[in-house]
């Protein structure tokens, strides 16, 4: 596997090391041993999937509170998203940074989600699916999700917003998500 840092502490671009042959190929796309030589969080407990009808579809932007906080490794499956992450760790450098990726069913990038971020994407085509290993497990309690269109984030999506869920759409902007936590 290739270990690319981000601009944001913590978080990597993964990308899996093809072994081919006439058969196609052969790929590892998770170590915990590997993961945690790079301080990454290898614990997988729960593990989800999203299927997104359409292009231009939106989810995010969420995350958990501690002492739920989780780790994601998030990997398209089918079809393309634009995947992005923004820095919620308080005393952080890069609060309120973000990036953004593009993970594909053809590229087979993966991007590693430290606890303490924001996590969101865009479909890029129709009939896309995500797969995700969590390190912990969902708590409702514990989600929370700040706006994808904050202007102290200035997240630049690759398109129009087609399909939201009105949970998605009504999660507050930063300022009032702090005073909620």
């Known amino acids: ?7 944001l502490g913590g978080a990597y671009i993964l990308e899996p090391e093809l072994v081919e042959d ?3 190929f052969f790929a590892r796309t998770w ?14 407990v729960q593990c989800n999937t999203s299927f997104n009808k359409r292009r231009g579809t939106l989810r995010g932007m969420h995350y958990q509170l501690p002492p ?3 780790a994601k490794l998030v ?24 990036i ?7 590229n087979r990038r993966m991007i590693y989600i430290p606890e303490g971020f924001a996590h969101g994407f865009q479909t890029l085509e129709d009939n896309t699916e995500v797969f995700y290993q969590m390190s912990a497990y969902y708590r409702a309690q514990s989600a929370r999700g ?11 999506w690759p398109m129009e917003v087609s399909v939201m869920s009105e949970r998605d759409r ?9 005073k909620a936590s």
């Not at 170590?31 to 997988?44: C, D, H, I, Q």
């Not at 700040?146 to 630049?156: A, L, Q, S, T």
């Not at 009504?170 to 702090?178: D, E, M, Q, R, S």
């Open 31 to 44: 170590s915990a041993e590997e993961a945690a030589g790079y301080g990454l969080n290898p614990k997988v």
């Open 170 to 178: 009504g999660h507050p902007l930063i300022g009032a998500a702090k």
């Open 1 to 7: 596997m290739i270990f690319t840092k981000t601009k």
């Open 75 to 98: 990997r398209c499956t089918s079809g393309a998203v634009y995947d992005v992450i923004v820095d919620l760790r308080r005393g952080s450098a890069t609060w309120g940074q973000w």
């Open 146 to 156: 700040v706006r994808w269109d904050d202007p102290v984030f200035g997240i630049e």
């Open 22 to 24: 006439g058969r196609g």
């Open 68 to 70: 739920d906080e989780e």
């Open 100 to 106: 953004g990726v593009e993970l594909t069913s053809l």
